[in-house]
Structures are given as structure tokens and as C-alpha cells.
């Protein structure tokens, strides 16, 4: 299986967590992929995913299935030739529109699985990642609060988030969406600009179940568990944002507790990474 993350140094207590989870759960190699840059732009500094991090998690996961890897790819040169001019100082990171170069990688292979670094897997996930994907961009699970106010139809609720988006990338690099989306977040000012982009240019997406992506509520048939902000009605109308590495608000906050065993080891390689720098 082949699976994308993107983004900057700040991802890699959420990569650690998110690739322990998927070992827990996936017996046949494992192929991750890491796109990161180094990143100067007035006064942001991205720095790059270590390659220590790196190094650490391709051998953890050979020890575990030696077919298996860890690799970072450097998309500096890549972003710097194209920008995303328009939407370099919203209050999401460039990082975040890294996986819209993703077109532009020879070594990344045709089908691929990219994860924002807050999602956890909780369950095997082989019919979701071999799921059919001939006659489509990507596959991918409708926003819980987007979809009812972003979605392109009216009759139809299309409006996919983008945390956990199946891509088949050869399909995407003859239809050109990756390289039309890079080009509008260059034009436009846009709320959320890579999610933005994708949903309004992708002219065949697959909308899956959200058991693939929840992102509200853990639920028994929940395979994978999306981290992101939500609304809260009690005792007062408020957001909440708690991310898996934020271990004592995910049981404070959220009464969560299915995945202390990954956060243990989290704690462990983590301390282990620290201590060989």
C-alpha cells in the first residue's frame, strides 16, 4: 500500500502517530511517502520533516515487513517554480497545498492514499484502498459541515474533505486537476484553498462512506478517525480542536481512549528520536 503525507517539520508528531496506526492495521508492506520543503516566505520558515524522523520510521516499518518503506521527497524547487500566490498568507499553511504538486513526482506511483498527519487508523481499510478507481480523479468522504454549505449541487452533497483522499494519480495527470488547481490557489483568495480547489475542479470524484473518514464522533465501524475541528452545543455553542498528539485533551476532552496504546508508543519513539539528535 502506498501513502502520502504532506507538509513541514510540524507535521511529524502526527506522522509518527498516523504511521504507527497504520501498522497496527495493515499486514502487507507498507509504502510511505513524505512530501515536505524548506520554505522562506516573509515571515514564515517552513522547515523540512528530519530525515532522522524519516530514517526511524523506514526502519520501524522493515522491522515489521521488509518490503516495506519510509521516503521524503523534497518539494521546495517544485513550489518555488509555482506558488500559490493568492493564498500564502491565509491562516492555513503553504504546506497544506503541497499534495496539489503531487502530479509532478515521477518516483510517487499511480495510486496512492494521502492522510493529513491528525488522521489515526483504526481498522483495515484493503476494500477502501483497491476500490475501483478506472473512471475517477479520486475517491474520498463528503465534509461533515461542508458539505452542506460548499457543495456544487444543491441535490447532491459532493463536497469532499480532503484529509483522506484515495488518488489515482495517473488519472490525474492526463486530466491536468492537480496542475488547474494549482493554478486557481495562485489566482484566488479561497476559505481552505487545496480542499477548495479539488472540489471545484475535480469532475470525477468518488464519494465514499465516512467510516473512511470520520470526523466528528468515533463510532464502532470507524476505520479512520479525522482529527479535525468541531462544533460543540454544550454547555455553550463552541469550537473544539484537539489534535492525537494533544494526549491529555483527548482523554480530558474528547473521553478518548481507543488509541493509548498507539500513543504510548508514540511517546516512546519520540523520546527515542529526541534522544538521538
Known sequence: MNVLY????????????SVLSLMRNVSEPLHIFVMTMNLTYKTKHMLPVSGET?????????????????????ATELFRAAPPLANMETRFTPCCMLRLY?????????????????VVCRKGFVGFYYQDLSDYELAGVPDYYGKWFFRRNLLHMDYMNSGVLLLNLAYIRETGLFARCRDLCSEKRMFMPDQTAIN?????????SRVYNEQ????????????????RFFPWLHTLTVKPWQI?????????????????????VMAELKGNV
Open 200 to 208: 471545484k475542479l475535480a469532475d470525477r470524484k468518488k464519494l465514499c
Open 216 to 231: 466528528r464522533r468515533l463510532h464502532e465501524e470507524t476505520v479512520f478517525q479525522h482529527f479535525t475541528t468541531s462544533f
Open 54 to 74: 524519516i530514517s526511524y520510521l523506514d526502519d520501524r516499518l522493515k522491522k515489521q515487513n521488509e518490503k516495506s518503506s519510509a521516503v521524503r521527497i523534497d
Open 6 to 17: 504532506c507538509g513541514d517539520k510540524n507535521i511529524e508528531d502526527g506522522l509518527v502517530i
Open 102 to 118: 503531487a502530479d509532478q513526482i515521477p518516483e510517487l506511483p499511480e495510486r496512492i492514499l494521502y492522510l493529513d498527519n491528525d
Open 248 to 268: 491529555d485533551q483527548v482523554h480530558e476532552k474528547l473521553k478518548l481512549h481507543e488509541y493509548d496504546d498507539i500513543l504510548q508508543e508514540y511517546i516512546a
